[in-house]
Each structure stands twice: as C-alpha cells, then as structure tokens.
C-alpha cells in the first residue's frame, strides 16, 4: 500500500514564524501535490513537483514556497505565517503517466496561526 | 480555480437507503473520479472514469459521467452507517508535456448515514 506521512497532525505557530510542513511517500511517485482544504471553499491547490527540484505553482501560491530534494520528501514552506493561513495541509502523490492519475493523500496537517 | 462543483452540499440518509451525488464541470476533462474524506483525516480515492465511458461501478458504487452535460453522479446503495464521510469529484486535466495530471477537487457533499 502506498504510504503518505506528513510530520505533524497539529501544529501551532506564531505570526510571522517561518513554518515547515513536510511531506514524505514511499512508493517512489514522481509528483507530489500540495492543497489546503477551507471549508466552503474545497481543496485548493498551492504548488506541486513532478519531479526532484521540479516545482510548479498551482492556484494559491502566495505566501508559500517549497522545497523538493530528495524524490520521497516535498515541502512546504510558510515564510512568514499569517493568520489567513490557519487551515488543513493535505500533501498528496501520484505516479506520472497517462494512466496513473489517482493521487494518494496523507492524513493532513492542521495549522493553527495565532 | 474550482472546477467541479457537487450538489447536494450535504445529505442526510437512514442506512440501507443509497445516496446520490452529483458533480458539475465546466471545461473538458481527461476523466473524473470521486474521493472519500472521513472526518478530519486525507482523502481516499474511490472510482475513476474516463471521458469516454459513461458508467462504472465498484462494489456498491456506481459513477456516471456525461460529457454533454459535463456532469457525474455518485450513487452509493445500501448505505452503511460507516459510509459518513464527505464525498469529492475531483476532475483531471493533463499538465503540459510532464506526463503529470493536476486536479481539481469540488467543494464536497457531505453525506450523513443514521443507523
């Protein structure tokens, strides 16, 4: 089965600190994904990587960064927190390929901004 | 930008009965799948179906895509208690030459099974 860990279930920052949510796979997927999930509004894409050092912005990049190094580790980076920013961090991967389009999820990351 | 947009927003059965879902788009697609949340957790994938079939089944599950309407419907029968959870269409547009998909997830249904 694959597998999606993310490193916290929840976490509380500070405004203004630079925040790391990180994201690893174990099934050697080249693209990672990276949402957050409002409620009224679904998940929102922020960026995603379909490969190493590979990054493309989705829809609500602002005020995010990421970093892939290694083919198992995506992450996401808050610069500066806001309290806009309080929400549920999904990461999810998936094989590439025009037949592989299903993406795995990990449990997610709730952020709380204060 | 939201793509699929579900209908009802939520949805209240007694188990035994089967729920309907439906899901709108508005651009073309490679295909559409459904994904289940339960509370406060990821989200599972249930079903795929491709822009040239119409409809597919799994287990109790049964998807229909029409590409004219650029609509699907989810259809669960004999609901379980343990079919709670809020339900997702996601569709799928390739991404440029990368061999990748991105998705587009709706805002989600979510479906109350009372025992």
């Known amino acids: 089965d694959v597998k999606v860990t993310q490193s916290s279930r929840y976490l509380v920052k500070r405004t203004g600190e630079k925040v790391f949510l990180e994201c690893v796979q174990d099934m050697d997927h080249e693209n990672m994904f990276w949402y957050r999930q409002d409620p009224g509004l679904g998940l929102r894409l922020i960026y995603f990587?379909?490969?190493?050092?590979?990054?493309e912005k989705g829809d609500i990049p602002e005020g995010y960064s990421v970093s892939r190094e290694k083919k198992e580790r995506f992450s996401l980076i808050l610069e500066s927190a806001s309290t806009n920013q309080t929400s549920m961090y999904l990461c999810?991967?998936?094989?590439?390929?025009?037949?592989?389009?299903?993406?795995?999820f990990g449990p997610g990351t709730r952020l709380l901004v204060l | 930008s939201q793509q699929g947009e579900e209908d009802p927003q939520a949805l209240s059965i007694q188990e035994g009965e089967n729920a309907t879902m439906n899901c709108s788009y508005k651009t073309s697609i490679n295909n559409l799948q459904w994904y289940r949340q339960n509370s406060g957790r990821g989200l599972v994938h249930l079903i795929l179906i491709r822009s040239n079939e119409r409809e597919k089944h799994s287990g109790r599950l049964r998807v229909t895509l029409d590409t004219s309407k650029k609509s699907s419907s989810l259809l669960i029968t004999a609901s379980r208690a343990a079919d709670t959870a809020s339900y997702f269409c996601a569709t799928a547009k390739s991404y440029s030459g990368a061999g990748s998909y991105q998705l587009t997830f709706g805002k989600g249904t979510k479906l109350s099974v009372i025992p």
């Open positions: 999810a991967s998936s094989l590439p390929g025009f037949t592989q389009e299903t993406q795995y």
């Open positions: 990587s379909y490969d190493v050092k590979m990054k």
